[in-house]
């Protein structure tokens, strides 16, 4: 991280501080963005990370007047290393949102360290979970800013995958919402990944929003990304978080908060389908997968690795998947249960079920 020469870097306290170091940074080296990552906790966050200590990284917590910083140093262990290892530093502030319990842990570096050092240690803390948000939902973060901010919101670069791997990168330097209106995203062969776009106004802006909440700030107005993107962004993922809150199953209780993924009618079709998830939940990382039923209906367990959730997926027509949550199911799991869907499989809104549905034992009858 270089440094301003105007602010002296042990002295930031205060958000406004920080905003200016930030600003002053990207003005003088625009190869270093910011990136953060915007994610959810029901408790404080710095206690959290004063509780677990991690292998392979060390954490150096500095409490300030008004944000967190680590100092963040992590050993990656891979052959491509010299002597089998390389060691990555990074410099993150975690700071809080205008909504409780929504924050975005950032800092100026390159890629590479960003996703060790800075992603790679907040998706490791428990009791800190991250969300998603759908191509609909990503066009809705676009609406907002767009509402609240003067200027055209054009997008330069766009990453659109379909489930079956396929990915393509749009260059379009075109207004944000020809990007949701095209014709591969608009019939849902692809959902859109990741938008690198900037602002054409009185206030410049380059700015990056993923479906995962990772975000970018490259150039011009700190404001922008400070006091608009991370703010209504955050809103949408934790609008999108509380679905999957208060879902695990009580012990001694046969009942369930059941999740459904909805798409539209036939969307879901005959036995291919039926692989076709089962293959989406096979390959997700940290997880294993049972599978009791296969044709002519699907039933799998998923086990997450990461925090022990367990949940039951089964395709209940064509339109309809159902997620049963297991004892002490985590939020955070089972947001990468139905991230996995929505990416691998088919992208589909998620809602908890309405009441009238069948009940668990429905589902092992007969």
Do not use: W
């Not at 907002?144 to 990915?167: C, F, H, M, N, R």
């Amino acid at each position: 991280m270089g440094q301003t020469g105007l602010l002296d870097f042990g002295d930031l306290q205060t958000q406004e501080q920080l905003d200016l170091y930030v600003q002053q940074n990207i003005k003088q080296d625009e190869s270093e963005p910011t990136r953060g990552i915007t994610f959810l906790c029901d408790d404080d966050p710095e206690s959290v990370f004063a509780e677990y200590d991690l292998k392979d990284f060390t954490v150096d917590l500095k409490s300030k007047e008004e944000f967190i910083r680590l100092d963040i140093s992590r050993q990656v262990e891979h052959s491509k290393y010299e002597d089998g290892h390389h060691i990555f530093e990074g410099e993150v502030y975690v700071i809080s949102h205008a909504q409780d319990s929504v924050y975005t842990a950032l800092s100026i570096c390159e890629a590479e360290i960003y996703e060790k050092c800075v992603r790679g240690y907040i998706n490791r803390i428990p009791k800190i979970s991250t969300s998603y948000l759908t191509t609909a939902e990503l066009r809705g973060v676009f609406d907002v800013l767009d509402d609240q901010i003067s200027g055209d919101i054009i997008v330069e670069e766009a990453v659109i995958k379909s489930p079956s791997s396929k990915t393509d990168i749009l260059y379009l330097k075109e207004p944000y919402y020809n990007l949701f209106n095209s014709k591969k995203v608009d019939e849902g062969d692809y959902f859109v990944d990741k938008v690198k776009f900037m602002l054409d106004g009185r206030t410049s802006f380059s700015g990056f929003l993923s479906r995962q909440g990772d975000t970018r700030y490259s150039k011009g107005s700190s404001d922008i990304y400070f006091d608009y993107l991370l703010e209504i962004a955050g809103e949408a993922l934790v609008e999108k978080g509380s679905i999957f809150e208060n879902k695990s199953r009580e012990y001694g209780s046969r009942e369930a908060n059941r999740l459904e993924i909805t798409y539209e009618p036939g969307t879901i079709r005959g036995k291919e389908a039926n692989y076709e998830l089962i293959d989406a939940l096979r390959n997700m990382s940290s997880s294993s997968l049972t599978v009791y039923h296969k044709n002519p209906y699907m039933h799998a367990s998923v086990l997450d690795f990461e925090d022990g959730t367990t949940a039951d997926v089964f395709i209940n027509s064509d339109q309809k998947i159902s997620i049963i949550p297991g004892f002490e199911a985590s939020k955070g799991s089972l947001s990468r249960i139905c991230e996995r869907i929505n990416s691998h499989f088919h992208e589909g809104e998620v809602s908890e079920a309405e009441s009238e549905e069948p009940e668990f034992d429905d589902f092992f009858s007969g």
